[in-house]
């Protein structure tokens, strides 16, 4: 078979990626599952590292601590993405609904979260919320005026994660919001007024237009954030408290304090598998999205 | 004023505030000078603790690799970007359709499990604590961005132009040089500009390949907010000297480029 000069070029133009990609991404990739199985690539990080199941098998042993790390960011996440997208789908409708005239002047200021580093958007949150931060004072006020606590709660580095998830919201809210609202701009106007003409209130046409229409831009801004929020490594590395950690501050320890590579590209692996699925499950409904919205 | 407008001032300002809120404390944390813990607010506000990082010899060090790296990383990522986004942008074909998806692979990796698989490698090759060896992992999260951008720009462009020029005897890279480039210069910009604000922001591999040997500003903040001790102060100083120019670069892009962040507006 003989190649067209046509697609000798195309292949050439595109080969610095394909190069750039399997280094800087096939190898990591390859050497995390290798890793996984105590088989060395390139180099032995260390002399334990030899063909083995170990690795697995501590890491579903419920006494090891990386079962508890794996559910804990799988409930933080959730619980960060459940605030996040509830958060922004609404605010979006809100602002689809009523294209309130203020929001114009003042909309620059969602570019805030987006454009903040994670490290800088996890120190901002320490500040609020650490003993004598301005949110854990109003919300310790409230709690121990309302006689629900006799002590303040920390905010922060705490065992419940509730500093994490604090920092991901205000992130993940924005994003919800962008995905969600652009979504609802793709609804055909016409829908709505004909819903309108015909006697619809507010709630039916979100009922029976926007929800329906966006189901699919629904599922994939809630796998994005979860997925945003899964692997996402500043937030929970400076709000995170001692113990339990999310899975991947586990596996910057593993590596960098303890030296113990098996675990931690045992714990690679399955974020990898996750990741992968969940990435399918983004790429697979936002292209229905589009296709759904566009009819 | 009617009860609808009240309404939506009033869920606008909340948001407003909870947006704002963390920017404001970051502010107010750099330029305090005097701030007693039975205090709400600072007693004294000043520019000492941004001269206390700059007479850091490490901050220094930090400032110029930051901003560095993200030309660089600018430079590195529009040159493998600008080649793959015209093929990507003006060809349809199952490589291409195949490609586009494999870009979009370092989205969905976390940086942390791509660091401990570039371990191995970096150590093999003696690459760890390296400065130039870092470029390429700033690269990975800023190509999706980029390729996105660049691609984008050729897709608007009509094929019509490039085949007359092509009939009328130009060569492939005349067409590129004088068809496209002057017609996706602002997609090549924007796409450019999206790269070095991810470079600028990169903290995970940095910390993981390059620490302590090379420490750009977001390790540097880090060491001030996570490590043993803390000290606010130095480290929402420093966060100034990232956050603002991150923030001035989308007010740019939505002004100058018309590359929209607004919902609404």
């Known amino acids: 078979m003989r190649l067209s000069k046509e697609s000798i070029i195309t292949f050439l133009f595109l080969l610095p990626l394909y190069i750039f990609l399997a280094v800087m991404i096939g190898v990591p990739v390859i050497s995390v599952f290798a890793g996984s199985f105590g088989i060395p690539v390139f180099i032995r990080l260390s002399p334990e590292m030899k063909p083995t199941l170990e690795g697995y098998l501590e890491f579903i042993d419920p006494t090891k601590p990386y079962l508890e790390s794996l559910f804990f960011t799988i409930k933080i996440s959730a619980i960060s993405t459940a605030i996040g997208v509830l958060a922004g789908y609404f605010f979006a409708l809100y602002l689809t609904l009523r294209n309130p005239p203020t929001w114009r002047k003042v909309s620059p200021v969602m570019t805030i979260p987006l454009f903040t580093p994670y490290v800088i958007g996890a120190f901002m949150w320490w500040t609020l919320l650490f003993p004598r931060g301005y949110v854990a004072i109003v919300i310790n006020s409230i709690l121990m005026g309302l006689g629900f606590i006799k002590e303040p709660l920390r905010l922060v580095n705490d065992p419940y994660g509730i500093g994490i998830v604090f920092g991901e919201v205000w992130i993940r809210f924005v994003v919800a919001t962008s995905i969600m609202y652009s979504s609802f701009q793709m609804v055909r106007r016409d829908l709505v007024d004909a819903a309108r003409n015909l006697g619809a209130s507010t709630w039916h046409i979100i009922k029976y237009v926007y929800f329906p229409l966006t189901r699919y831009a629904l599922i994939a801004t809630i796998a994005i954030v979860f997925l945003a929020t899964m692997i996402g490594f500043s937030i929970p590395f400076i709000l995170g408290g001692s113990w339990p950690q999310f899975l991947n501050v586990m596996i910057y320890i593993d590596i960098v304090k303890r030296f113990d590579y098996i675990s931690g590209y045992v714990s690679g692996a399955f974020y990898l598998i996750v990741s992968l699925l969940l990435g399918y499950l983004i790429f697979r409904f936002m292209g229905k999205r589009v296709v759904l919205q566009a009819r | ?265």
């Open chain 2, 1 to 265: 004023m009617d009860k609808q407008r009240l309404l939506d001032i009033l869920v606008i300002g909340i948001v407003v505030v909870y947006i704002v809120l963390p920017l404001f404390v970051l502010f107010e944390y750099a330029f305090a000078e005097v701030w007693y813990a039975y205090q709400l607010f600072p007693s004294k506000l000043g520019i000492k603790w941004f001269s206390w990082v700059l007479k850091h010899h490490d901050t220094r060090v930090a400032f110029l690799y930051s901003y560095t790296l993200a030309p660089l990383t600018m430079i590195a990522t529009l040159a493998i970007c600008i080649p793959a986004g015209y093929v990507l942008g003006t060809r349809r074909t199952r490589l291409t359709a195949f490609t586009e998806n494999l870009v979009n692979l370092p989205m969905a990796l976390p940086a942390i499990v791509i660091g401990i698989g570039l371990l191995p490698l970096y150590t093999k090759l003696g690459l760890l604590n390296n400065y130039w060896a870092l470029l390429p992992c700033h690269m990975i999260g800023a190509i999706p961005y980029t390729l996105r951008s660049v691609t984008a720009a050729f897709i608007q462009i009509p094929k019509d132009l490039e085949d007359a020029a092509r009939n009328l005897g130009a060569t492939r890279l005349q067409v590129i040089r004088k068809i496209y480039i002057p017609l996706v210069w602002r997609g090549i910009l924007v796409g450019g500009i999206f790269a070095f604000s991810w470079s600028l922001n990169e903290f995970v591999l940095t910390l993981l390949l390059g620490f302590p040997g090379v420490k750009t500003l977001p390790v540097a903040i880090y060491e001030y907010v996570g490590g043993y001790y803390l000290t606010p102060q130095p480290a929402a100083a420093l966060s100034i000297f990232i956050v603002i120019p991150s923030i001035l670069i989308a007010l740019l892009l939505e002004k100058y480029l018309q590359i929209s962040l607004r919902m609404g507006g």
